[in-house]
């Protein structure tokens, strides 16, 4: 196995306990295929914007994952939504759609608790999922570095035929018709990342008293993508689809199952293709492999064209936008772990490049509207 890939890695010891006696009664009553006692582990992340997640071990040596929202108060109340999360699972169980088995959505903030939780179950709710453990091969890396190069280019295929066939779901038909709004997904999404762009950028560093400040070139960019709107299309999507979301089979180079659902809606299959192909215009520094030497991976229209051919729409007439948007979306991350870091609720050498990430995502999203403007017709 190389060494960007891992069944278990980044597990250790239980930083952010819960009430272990509490969580084995609520799962002795609502899980009973759970074999008690559990044993508690947490997953590591290298920076600190994604869920808690813990695994369980079972007295039968079977695994399980629990996810729950961070401690603390949040800055957006979009993020982090873990019952989002178990609902959508719940809904793709029975379709083609490789998604971890869940077993229980807890929304009961008096089940799990810290001293940290004491302190601010009066202003959250604290929601947590119990699903399946995957046995298999995650990847950080999207240049899938260690593997053999043919495995590189079939997993690549894998990832967007796994794509393709979220985006081929009627979400009606599954369950999922209020899932999201059908239509006006990127003036939604807009809105949304300037509301919370907003606020990140008045975070006050707690040292220096300087603030975040704001994303290079926000607005003109917004106003131009208002202008261009794709036509509207609209399919179940995952919200944040890229190769380090995503559990490879342990020897085989397929796609066994896709992680982090919080972010999922009813919008624009773009969005899910332009982020899961951003890698292609990033520095390595932050996660991409601009520049770099494939060696096995597809290069970026022949991505492109496979996704055509299988899902019979052609994304490339708006690749500008959606490659533009995503470096817009990408910054509004990276602006919110700048703010975590100037509260100190994030650290780490992962915190600090992200945190300096932002402005210079600002003017690169800006500079390829101006230098691919005219790749695709505006909508009339």
Known sequence: MSSNCSTLAGIGPVRHPIDEAK???????TVPSIALPVKLLQRKFTYGQSNPTYYLRDA??????????????????????????????????PTNVPTPKVYSLCEDSNVIGTPFYVRNLASIKVHIEIMEFLNGRVFADPLLTGLPREERRQCWNSAIKTLVALHSLDPVSIGLLNYGKASEFYPRQLKTLTAISTVQAAVKDQDTGRPVGEIPCF?????????????????????????????????????????????????HPLSDLSNLCQPYVLHRAIGGFAGAYLDGVPQLDEVLELYTRLSCWDPRPLWTFGTAFAHLRL??????????????????????????????????????????????????
């Open 331 to 380: 910054a509004v991350i990276c602006q919110g772990i700048a703010a975590r870091v100037a509260r100190k609720q994030a650290s780490g050498a992962k915190a600090a490049v992200y945190r300096k990430a932002f402005p210079t995502l600002g003017e690169s999203g800006w500079h390829m509207i101006m230098n691919g403007q005219m790749a695709y017709k505006p909508r009339i």
């Open 23 to 29: 969580l084995t009664a609520y799962l002795k009553q």
């Open 60 to 93: 039968n040596t079977k695994s399980y994952v629990l996810r729950k929202k961070p401690p603390g108060t949040l800055l957006s109340k979009t993020a982090h939504a873990v019952e989002r999360e178990y609902k959508i699972l719940k809904a793709l169980q």
């Open 219 to 267: 607005k003109q960019m917004a106003s131009w993508f208002l202008r261009n709107l794709p036509e509207e299309r609209s399919t179940v999507i995952h919200g944040d689809f890229k190769i380090d979301n995503l559990v490879f089979h342990p020897t085989e180079s397929i796609v066994i199952g896709i992680l982090d659902w919080e972010l999922s809606s009813i919008g």
